[in-house]
């Protein structure tokens, strides 16, 4: 596979993005902002965009250029992630200064920067960068949505939009890597068109556990603190299961990556530790994520806890007890919402999470 199809192997269902995007290969402007939920396969999309940047020959996806930008160790590509759940102002000033700095190889540079939509606090700082970029450098920033605090950056960008991905189209696309057709419609449920979360959802075995116990959650809180607590740590030990498929994966493309450098007679594997930071800040953000997602279970719980009860509320509308649990419930939903909300702001998620099951009990 070469070409165009090679630079974006990865990308699925976003035809008209990709068309943009090799489009713009020949003359890029110096800042571009790819649009679309999670798992829309728009991080794939950003860099299969910057190898075709980097490429002597245009995006050829077949020179050594490409194969190295499209492992992620090209020297000309940076790749700026978050290491906590929003980007900092540390991070964002990372990239002025590599922005500064001179391409290695080729004629120019691309800084890739995930996330953007959580980088509200230091939107000032990423902003003067874009406004006074250096000629030899290319941004490619990813987001879920433009929040009103970014509008102005999204106004210094080409914006390429990424549409969400049905579940048909990810289970088809899971059935192409050799998951069963049952399994993979099963994954493409859950995985709320992230493709990224549907991949390592079809090798997770306890991913359905690990609803059940977050769903199961509001019936175990009797409002004591003990019980809190044994809730938060069971929770949180499910966060570390959920780890164990990303952390697989992760062993796996390193090998791959080893045995590809010792066949080239390579001593050792260049970017060896660019890559293994990489995983390292993928598996801490896929650990805040899917106590983020697992929120959401718990929310959906609580919310349907009080549409049952306004059903029992409509036969019994002078009932104080219903009134009272719809009250509590109803407020449950909100904190949670607060919570979800806080894992913005850097927080420590046990903490976070125990403190809000003793407030859930206690309500």
């Not at 106004?155 to 049952?182: K, M, N, Q, Y």
């Not at 997770?204 to 059940?212: E, G, M, S």
């Not at 806890?305 to 719809?326: G, I, K």
Request: hydrophobic share 45%.
């Amino acid at each position: 596979m070469t070409g165009i199809a090679a630079l974006f192997e990865r990308v699925v269902g976003q035809d008209r993005a990709v068309a943009q995007l090799a489009g713009a290969l020949a003359r890029p402007v110096h800042a571009y902002l790819f649009v679309g939920p999670p798992g829309s396969t728009k991080e794939a999309a950003a860099l299969g965009f910057a190898a075709g940047l980097v490429c002597p020959n245009g995006g050829c996806g077949a020179c050594e250029v490409c194969r190295r930008a499209l492992r992620g160790v090209h020297p000309d590509i940076t790749v700026v992630q978050r290491t906590g759940a929003a980007l900092s102002v540390e991070e964002i000033r990372s990239v002025t200064a590599r922005a500064l700095r001179r391409p290695t190889e080729g004629v120019r540079q691309v800084i890739v920067i995930d996330d953007v939509h959580l980088a509200v606090r230091s939107a000032p700082a990423l902003l003067k960068t874009l406004e006074e970029p250096p000629a030899s450098t290319v941004f490619v920033l990813t987001a879920d949505d433009i929040p009103v605090g970014l509008a102005t950056i999204a106004s210094r960008c080409v914006t390429i939009a990424f549409a969400a991905l049905g579940e048909a189209e990810v289970a088809d696309w899971l059935v192409g890597r050799g998951v069963e057709p049952l399994h993979a419609r099963l994954v493409a449920a859950g995985a709320a068109g992230d493709l990224n979360r549907a991949e390592l959802l079809a090798d997770d075995a306890d991913y359905q556990v690990r609803l059940a116990k977050w769903r199961d959650a509001p019936g175990r809180l009797d409002g004591t603190g003990a019980a809190a607590a044994v809730v938060a740590e069971e929770l949180l030990g499910s966060l570390d299961t959920a780890l164990e498929p990303l952390q697989r994966h992760h062993a796996a493309e390193l090998a791959e990556l080893e045995a590809q450098a010792k066949a080239r007679g390579e001593r050792g594997l260049p970017g060896r530790k660019e890559i293994t930071d990489r995983q390292a800040r993928a598996e801490r953000r896929w650990r805040t994520d899917e106590l983020r997602a697992g929120l959401a279970v718990l929310q959906r719980a609580y919310r349907d806890r009080v549409r049952a009860v306004l059903e029992q509320l409509d036969e019994q509308p002078d009932s104080p007890r219903l009134v009272d649990e719809a009250r509590r419930d109803a407020s449950a939903v909100s904190r949670i919402s607060e919570a979800s909300g806080a894992l913005r702001r850097n927080v420590q998620p046990p903490l976070l999470l125990a403190s809000l099951l003793a407030e859930l009990g206690a309500v």
